[in-house]
């Protein structure tokens, strides 16, 4: 997938509070505010990286996309990793323009790039479809402990 000319896609930067970060995350689910601060200050990269955020962003420097990796460290496969995708996320005025898609080949394919033998994700029954377009197949199942 291209993304328009109009569009560029980059890792999140502790700045991205003001450019609309929290707004896009809100089509998935609750994204209360935070305070500037405290998001500058929590915003990735972590040492070691273990967290990527990648957005994009149109000309007037507005998010409307985007997308989470976790990289997990196993004792089994000689201390393999494991990349977890989260959080994928597009405005809903854009999506179906295949954002969603540019976001999960960026987070794939910087998993392979760190090593891990494998990218995972949890999702709804509704977006397998979109899953599968990216390349995915559905296996196993989810368990949730909630308190
Ligand atoms: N059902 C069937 N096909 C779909 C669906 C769907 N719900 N969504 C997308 N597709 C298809 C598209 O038609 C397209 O197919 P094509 O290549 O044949 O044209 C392909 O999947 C790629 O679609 P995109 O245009 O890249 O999808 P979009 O940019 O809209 O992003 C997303 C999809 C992320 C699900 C978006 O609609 C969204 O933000 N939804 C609300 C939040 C959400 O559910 N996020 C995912 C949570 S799961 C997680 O985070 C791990």
Known sequence: AKLGSDLHIRPL?????????LEVLRVLTQAPDV??????STTPP???????TIVILTLSDEIIAVG?????RKFLRSLGLV???EDIAVSEKVQ??????????ALTGISESVGCYKT??????KNIPFYEKCGFEKKENEMVSSP
């Open 83 to 85: 990349g977890h995708i």
């Open 13 to 21: 930067a502790s700045t991205d509070h003001k450019r609309g970060h």
């Open 35 to 40: 305070s500037a601060d405290s998001y500058t």
């Open 96 to 105: 179906g323009r295949k954002l969603g898609l540019r976001i999960i080949e």
């Open 120 to 125: 995972i994700l949890n999702c709804s029954d």
């Open 46 to 52: 972590f040492h070691p990286a273990t967290y990527y």
């Open 68 to 72: 989470s990796l976790f990289v997990e």
